[in-house]
Nanobody, 121 residues
């Protein structure tokens, strides 16, 4: 069993900041790519940012220069630092991770339960 647990969501004012965390636990041999997605009401889930094992990153154009994804491999944790927040960043944020539970097994993509981020004055 593998679990991803997000934390750090909440209410922020426009221009403010929030930091999301997502910790993976359970039967973990290795973790490949980790990432953050978001889904606003009435919209499809969209990629926010991803980070590879080596630290290479990729961002949605809408968050470039404002959000920073990072990871702590020793803690099996991925972070999303969100600065200069805008009302359109309001969404439910989900983390995911490609995890191999046993040596030689395939990677499987796990998802967290999500955390709400609301940007409003």
């Amino acid at each position: 069993q593998v679990q991803l647990v997000e934390s750090g969501g909440g209410l922020a004012q426009p221009g403010g900041s929030l930091r999301l965390s997502c910790a993976a636990s359970g039967s973990i041999f290795s973790i490949n790519t980790m990432g953050w997605y978001r889904q606003a009401p009435g919209k499809q889930r969209e990629l926010v940012a991803v980070i590879s094992t080596s630290g290479s990153t990729n961002y949605a154009d809408s968050v470039k220069g404002r959000f920073t994804i990072s990871r702590d491999n020793a803690k099996n944790t991925v972070y999303l630092q969100m600065n200069s927040l805008k009302p359109e960043d309001t969404a439910f944020y989900y983390c995911n991770a490609d995890i191999r539970s046993l040596p030689g097994s395939s990677y499987y993509r796990y998802w967290g339960q999500g955390t709400q981020v609301t940007v409003s004055s």
